[in-house]
């Protein structure tokens, strides 16, 4: 499966953007990249995914670069809700292995501070 | 809507003994997964099943065992319990890759197993 690298951890100032970065040089053609969040004493969350073009939802907005090897989730403006572990993992939709399923790294733990 | 429930949310079990981890999910998906979260680490997956009838080995399969004999519940079996398998335990489903929906993995909230 192709890694990713993230860092280990981030910090922000409550209501600033932030902008978590996600290295994956050896990305896939059929490589979909996904973003998941786990908060305190949860299960992971989805947060957005993309292949090729930016995407936004209502909860963040990805940039993915346009060779592909980097993408950046965007949060907006960061409340003290959004302090979690954030997963950029990607699914290689083109192959049926392990089910699809999602490869979790360690992840970058976001500290939100007031 | 439910989403996916896991039964029970916390267990304590001695050396040897044997459980059974429960997921439910009411969302028609294909596939669900189990996967296990060790301190400071990320998610490993231990089986998953790509439909009712069907399951498979993930990356840590050794000391457990699965069925799913409906589609909406995907079990987890412990035959004797080892402190190694002390962790959280999360359950996970989706829509099978290929639908028209999104694929996105919705997860349980979490079994705390403390083996001892």
């Known amino acids: 499966d192709a890694k990713t690298t993230q860092p280990n951890s981030m910090e922000s100032n409550e209501e600033e953007p932030v902008h978590l970065p996600c290295n994956h040089s050896?990305?896939?053609?059929?490589?979909?990249i996904h973003w998941y969040r786990q908060l305190p004493s949860q299960g992971p969350e989805y947060v957005i995914h993309?292949?090729?073009s930016n995407v936004n939802n209502r909860m963040a907005s990805l940039a993915i670069a346009e060779d592909r090897k980097s993408s950046t989730l965007i949060l907006h403006r960061a409340t003290l809700r959004d302090a979690a572990v954030y997963y950029c993992?990607?699914?290689?939709?083109?192959?049926?292995?392990?089910?699809?399923?999602?490869?979790f790294g360690k992840g970058t733990s976001l500290l939100v501070t007031p | 809507n439910a989403g996916v429930t896991q039964t029970p949310k916390f267990r304590v079990l001695k050396t040897g003994q044997s459980m059974t981890l429960l997921c439910a999910q009411d969302?028609?998906?294909?596939?669900m997964y189990w996967y296990r979260q060790d301190p400071g680490m990320g998610l490993r997956l231990i089986h998953y099943?790509?439909?009712?009838?069907?399951?498979a080995k993930g990356e840590v399969p050794d000391g457990y065992n699965v069925s799913r004999l409906k589609k909406q519940n995907f079990l987890l079996g412990l035959e004797s319990a080892a402190p190694s398998q002390t962790s959280v335990y999360f359950c996970?489903?989706?829509?099978?890759?290929?639908?028209?929906?999104?694929?996105?993995?919705?997860f349980g909230q979490g079994t705390r197993l403390t083996v001892v």
């Open positions: 969302m028609n998906h294909e596939y």
């Open positions: 996970a489903s989706s829509l099978a890759v290929g639908h028209l929906m999104n694929t996105e993995a919705f």
């Open positions: 050896t990305i896939s053609g059929t490589d979909y």
């Open positions: 993992i990607l699914r290689d939709e083109g192959l049926s292995n392990s089910g699809y399923a999602l490869n």
């Open positions: 099943s790509v439909g009712e009838g069907t399951t």
């Open positions: 993309g292949l090729t």
